[in-house]
């Protein structure tokens, strides 16, 4: 079946359906560089740390403790495997014979109801075997296991079973796929993989967990064959496919060498260049565990190894040479250096054709004993309608079956938290106590309310910057009403300044102190991955690297600024209103569930529930809003039950895609809030309203 082309008009609308909001300005030294340093400043303390403890690694079985401990902590991060799937799910879809081998058609499920489709190329004319395999995991590419095609006919035509199998997103696995369109909705692999990311997170997993165990259960697959030798297993990939090449031969002894190309590079080199980049390849919390991304190779020794690099990826040169010089120290306390070789060659990222045949060699070194390059000479071009595994070339229209997101929205439901009960004053004291601890668990967040007040000195304009954590600042606007004597403050919370600056100079005129504060790292631009994960995807995953994520920093902003408003002697300390706007709606809850200063608090434009997250098929920009594992914690209708007796009003409550819930949705969602307060005396504290676009803050 040939697949329709989408034509750029239509491609067009359908970018406008999901665009997303652009960021404000902000000035450089409070937006994102000065943001990014600080992550990387953490992330560089971590490395340090880690460093030291390879340097002192003397012996192998000093080497063989570290890599065990670092198994144990990768597979923590990422949640452990999902149930895997019983190898009967193997279908044979159908066979092309082709000049040196055979090319099979097939499916399985990785884990249950979740398939992979792939192709198996089968070496013909050597015999009946037990031929060596590889698993070969393509790049992020939409051509998906036809991106390896070249790669494994020659290893087929050189003795060598080879699986080049669908990355999830890719070829025939789309998730978010539209007949209409004969594209997915989403875009491009990466932003696929980037949006599964962020619907895994809420649950503490990540979406690796996905893409390794297809990766398993296709080395499973192989393993089981008759014609295949169990014990002479391998792993291939490039890009994205060196990610999943790696992560495998990192946890699976099975795997006896492993060639990762335009992939393999250290943190260090990273952080300094192209910065993480896909949601699949960047684990929450890895840099902060002590790990960097040659642990992945040295979890492999002293097995084969190739890194495989071109000279001018934009993964740099450098970082690839660092990684190697590295982890081939620690072969050598195997007394294996000659098990490790780093193959380079000219072009840019992926463009391995120059060094195909060494690529080759290195497999048949390995798993044949056979070193000598052989001629590496691409397969005919067959017509895309023969290579297709699923009749309708989808698996979502042809098999059907679950997504990333069903998967996640299934896990949800096992792991998130009971929505607390509560009926007294000393259930809610328990509330605060036990969200206190659950906050700075998920969100990272340190500042701790009644702190001293930062120094600052206030523009003719209204204009500074306000002193925050770790010798960070943050821009900040006050507007002061006339007169004498203590007022009712404001805070308000934005990363778009100018669009609540007439509502700033209003409420001011009518008796308020207003303080603006502007979220931490607004303004500025980021490559986007696609248009629902918005202009924070890149720069959330570099803070998850580290432990720290927007909404925990910018809750300990407001906290600080809280701090600082409530030492002013002209403001009411007892009076004041914090009202966060969009992706600043949960700040402003999170900080009235930790900060009783917050005398009423308002949460206009935000998602409603984390939940949501996980339940909607598709989301727009979670990941200023979304702090990994919040589902086994908390919710935010949680905030607004620990945050009584002080009113809280959502304004413009919002799904994860930013449609406005309905009357009966919100009352749904907050009913067990709304039961709470009556048993407790006051069943209107919690409110429901509408803003118009541009009207007035709906303030008293």
């Known amino acids: 079946m040939k697949l329709a082309p989408v034509s750029a008009a239509r491609m067009a609308a359908l970018m406008v359906l999901v665009a997303a909001t652009p960021a404000a300005a902000q000035s450089p030294e409070t937006g994102r560089a000065e943001l990014t340093r600080y992550l990387d400043g953490l992330a560089r303390g971590h490395l340090k740390a880690r460093a030291a403890e390879v340097a002192g690694l003397k012996t192998a079985a000093q080497a063989d403790a570290r890599k065990a401990r670092n198994r144990a902590k990768l597979l ?258 195997y007394g294996a250096q000659d098990k490790i070789t780093w193959i380079q060659g000219p072009g840019g990222h992926g463009a391995l054709a120059p060094i195909a045949p060494d690529i080759v060699a290195f497999f048949t070194r390995w798993l044949k004993d056979e070193p000598a390059k052989r001629p590496f000479t691409p397969p005919p071009r067959l017509a895309p309608e023969r290579l297709l595994v699923t009749p309708t070339g989808q698996v979502s229209t042809a098999i059907g079956g679950e997504t990333i997101q069903s998967l996640s929205a299934a896990r949800a439901k096992q792991v998130a938290a009971q929505r607390p009960t509560v009926a007294s004053a000393a259930d809610l004291a328990a509330l605060r106590r036990r969200l206190a601890a659950d906050i700075r668990a998920v969100t990272f967040a340190k500042a701790k309310p009644g702190g001293p007040a930062p120094q600052v000195q206030v523009g003719a304009d209204g204009r500074f910057r306000l002193p925050v954590a770790e010798g960070q600042a943050v821009d900040a606007i006050l507007n002061t009403p006339e007169g004498g004597g203590r007022k009712p403050a404001v805070l308000l919370l934005t990363r778009q300044p100018e669009t609540v600056k007439a509502e700033a100079a209003r409420l001011a005129k009518a008796g308020h102190v207003v303080l603006t504060l502007v979220a931490r790292g607004a303004g500025g631009t980021e490559e986007i991955k696609a248009a629902v994960v918005g202009d924070w995807n890149l720069l959330a995953t570099r803070a998850l690297l580290v432990n720290r994520t927007p909404l925990g920093l910018r809750l300990d902003d407001a906290v600080t600024a809280m701090d600082w408003l409530a030492a002013r002697s002209d403001v009411d300390a007892k009076a004041i209103t914090v009202y966060g706007v969009g992706p600043l709606a949960p700040v402003a809850l999170h900080l009235g569930a930790v900060d009783e200063r917050a005398a009423a608090i308002y949460a206009e434009g935000g998602l409603t529930a984390f939940r949501m997250a996980v339940e909607q098929p598709i989301q727009r920009e979670l990941p200023e809003v979304l702090p990994p594992g919040v589902l086994r914690r908390y919710e935010l209708a949680d905030l607004a039950l620990a945050a009584f007796p002080r009113p809280v009003t959502f304004v413009n409550p919002a799904d994860a895609v930013g449609t406005p819930l309905k009357q009966a949705a919100f009352d749904q969602e907050l009913a067990f809030v709304r039961a709470a307060d009556q048993a407790l005396g006051q069943p209107d504290r919690v409110r429901w309203t509408w803003r118009a676009a541009r009207g007035p803050l709906p303030l008293p």
């Not at 590889?134 to 050189?158: E, Q």
């Open 76 to 333: 923590d991060l990422i949640g452990g495997l999902p149930p895997a799937a019983p190898l009967s799910s193997v279908k044979t879809w159908g066979v092309v014979e082709e000049d040196g081998f055979r090319l099979e058609k097939i499916t399985y499920d990785s884990t249950p109801g979740y398939p992979v489709t792939a192709h198996v190329y089968v070496p013909t004319g050597q015999g009946k075997g037990a031929f060596p395999a590889i698993i070969a995991s393509p790049g992020h590419s939409p051509d998906g296991k036809l991106s390896n095609r070249d790669f494994a006919a020659n290893l087929a035509r050189a003795g060598i079973v080879v699986l080049a199998y669908d990355i999830v997103s890719e070829g025939e696995r789309l998730q978010h796929y539209d007949p209409d369109l004969a594209a997915s909705k989403v875009g491009r692999p990466t932003g696929e993989h980037s949006l599964a990311a962020w619907q895994v997170a809420p649950t503490g997993d990540h979406v690796s967990r996905y893409f390794i165990q297809d990766a398993v259960r296709g080395l499973d697959y192989l393993a089981a064959r008759p014609d295949v030798d169990p014990q002479r297993l391998g792993a291939f990939g490039c890009s994205g496919g060196g990610t999943l090449t790696a992560f495998l031969s990192a946890l699976d002894d099975r795997v006896k060498a492993t060639a990762t190309a335009c992939y393999v590079n250290d943190f260090d080199h990273l952080l300094a260049t192209v910065g993480p980049q896909d949601g699949e390849q960047s684990i929450p919390g890895f840099i902060a565990a002590g790990l960097d991304l040659p642990d992945l190779i040295e979890m492999a020794a002293p097995r084969p190894y190739a890194v495989v690099s071109t000279t001018e990826d934009m993964f740099p040169l450098a970082g690839a040479g660092a990684a190697f010089e590295e982890a081939k120290r620690v072969y050598r306390l």
